[in-house]
């Protein structure tokens, strides 16, 4: 998505969903890149021989790989405010990864405002209830409340804001 909005437009769209990403395919090429990238070659993530004989049938994704495909998610999913001059990631609570993503899965993100509020003369604070679903499953393979901040300049920040 490349819808712009304003700082003003997007504080009244706290509490509504405000977007859901385009679809993305979690393949094991995805998923052994990661793994090299973190050091985190565990055989379920990286041994389709072996991960066939775990309760997951085959390999599965890390959760921090579900994770951090949010950012991609968020940039599909989410209108760009216009007076936005950079992003930056706060950080995240109630991370819960429910359901493992299995290899060649495809998944979206769903991401609902649950506040925007302005933070010092040049920031907005975002929170976001966050959910990765999985294409043809009934749980998502993760929940969490994601916090970013918005910065801009202080001459755009609305009167009385």
């Given at each position: ?11 009244a769209l ?71 001059t950079?992003?930056?990631n ?37 929170t ?34």
């Amino acid at each position: 998505m490349h819808k712009e909005i304003s700082l003003r437009e997007i504080q009244a769209l706290s509490g509504t969903v405000i977007g859901t990403s385009d679809w993305i395919t979690v393949g094991q090429a995805m998923i052994d890149q990661f793994a090299a990238a973190t050091l985190d070659d565990q055989f379920i993530h990286t041994d389709p021989v072996r991960a066939a004989q775990t309760p997951f049938g085959g390999t599965i994704a890390h959760g921090f790989l579900s994770l951090s495909l949010l950012s991609a998610m968020n940039y599909s999913a989410v209108p760009r405010i216009r007076e936005q001059t950079m992003g930056i990631n706060y950080g995240f609570e109630k991370v819960r990864f429910v359901t493992p993503v299995k290899s060649g899965a495809r998944v979206r993100g769903h991401f609902t405002l649950a506040e925007a509020r302005f933070r010092g003369a040049a920031m907005l604070m975002l929170t976001y209830d966050v959910s990765v679903e999985i294409e043809g499953e009934r749980k998502p393979a993760l929940t969490a409340t994601w916090t970013t901040i918005a910065q801009f300049d202080p001459k755009d920040r609305p009167e009385g804001a």
